[in-house]
């Protein structure tokens, strides 16, 4: 498969994220049947935003979207790591990693050929390296963009800036199932 990415960021730390936003997107098919033994396509896009007003003191809020197709004719088979599931610390909080998508045999999730992912986040400062937060978060993968229902998810968590990475620790609902889950991931959203 040829891919092609494209790759814009403007963010003041990364460390520490406040103001600036991402954008990301990548695009790749095969050459008809040449070296494939499927014809399709695959693109992704991701983006995000984070807006801290003047008075730091009131937080920073965070917008980010994530949407996926991959285009193969009826039929046509297409490798199941080239389609997309979601849910989990770094998508959907509130639900497992990657339990959002087709219910397969035994419990499995089928991964599918549409994605839509979004998230609404505000950080709001408690100590300098430390911030609370309140999130909710949407999203789903199915076998096209009119197949879905979108799964919802919302949640409290706690930041710390440290001097390596950030570290996030959340507590989230997941509407669907009505479980709550815990979740913890190292590193930036982006």
């Known amino acids: 498969m040829l891919t092609a990415s494209w790759k814009r960021q ?3 730390t990364e460390l520490h994220p406040q103001n600036g936003y ?3 997107g990548k695009i790749g ?3 008809g049947k ?3 033994s499927t014809q399709m396509a695959r693109a992704t896009a991701r983006a995000g935003y984070f807006f801290t007003p003047e008075n730091k003191k009131l937080g920073t ?3 980010r979207g994530q949407a996926g197709y991959v285009y193969a004719r009826e039929g046509e088979e297409v490798p199941s790591g080239l389609m997309f599931r979601t849910g989990g610390a770094t998508s959907v909080r509130g639900y497992e990693l990657d339990s959002i998508g087709l219910a397969g045999p035994n419990g499995s999730i089928l991964p599918q050929r549409a994605l839509v992912v979004g998230s609404l986040e505000y950080q709001f400062p408690v100590t300098k390296s430390f911030s609370g937060a309140i999130f909710h978060d949407v999203g789903d993968a199915a076998s096209n963009f009119k197949h879905m229902t979108l799964k919802h998810g919302t949640g409290l968590g706690v930041r710390w800036f440290s001097p390596v990475a950030p570290f996030s ?3 989230a609902y997941g509407h669907h199932d009505k479980k709550i889950r815990w979740h913890i991931s190292l590193g930036t959203r982006f």
């Open 10 to 12: 403007s963010i003041e």
């Open 22 to 24: 991402y954008l990301d």
């Open 29 to 31: 098919a095969t050459l």
């Open 34 to 36: 040449f070296l494939s």
């Open 61 to 63: 809020f965070i917008v």
């Open 169 to 171: 620790f959340d507590i």
